[in-house]
């Protein structure tokens, strides 16, 4: 089997750059999923506030930084008529052999429709481009719509985090081993 170069280079690049190097704009259902940009962190700020009741957990400069200066983070939209209406957040650690979920917000009009579920199912999808066998996450230990979400898609809870969040409320530290689904 004959290996050229560029196919070298292209995995090397998916690998060092994550989601950077890979095509994902794609139609589902009628919304319409890319990476972010700059360009949307207001629209993600506004996602939120409708979310999280006029709170903003990551500020601006959260957002700009995971966008536009960690190599190893990404941000993925759902869109509808071009205005985001949902995102997920994603750290690549190559060390850890995982995906971490950092953010995951659908605006509350949009909501179960299947978006969140497809924003899990193209992550794990990268984990397959990428070779990598745990996608992570923390969820506020209250929040049982989330939890069962994730549940629905294969995450198992691992631990309680005391006070984790800001508000002194505590976590739920939620785990899927990809190589458990090939069993």
């Not at 950077?20 to 506004?46: H, M, P, R, T, V």
């Not at 190599?71 to 052999?97: S, V």
């Not at 923390?138 to 989330?146: F, G, S, Y």
């Amino acid at each position: 089997m004959k290996i050229k170069i560029q196919d070298i280079l292209t995995k090397f690049n998916q690998r060092l750059f994550g989601l950077k190097g890979l095509n994902f704009d794609e139609k589902i259902d009628g919304f319409y999923y890319c990476l972010a940009e700059k360009s949307d962190i207001f629209y993600l700020l506004a996602i939120e506030r409708d979310v999280y009741d006029g709170d903003t957990p990551w500020t601006y400069s959260h957002f700009e930084f995971e966008i536009e200066k960690n190599p190893n983070a990404n941000f993925l939209i759902a869109a509808k008529n071009d205005k985001p209406i949902a995102f997920i957040g994603t750290r690549i650690d190559f060390h850890e052999d995982s995906i971490h979920v950092t953010n995951l917000a659908v605006k509350k009009e949009f909501q179960h429709r299947g978006i969140a579920k497809n924003f899990l199912a193209q992550v794990e999808d990268l984990c397959q481009k990428l070779g990598i066998n745990k996608i992570s996450l923390e969820v506020k230990l209250t929040n049982q719509v989330a939890q069962a979400l994730y549940r629905s898609n294969g995450f198992l809870s691992e631990k309680i985090l005391p006070e984790y969040y800001d508000d002194g409320s505590d976590g739920l530290w939620m785990e899927k081993n990809l190589l458990d689904d090939e069993n």
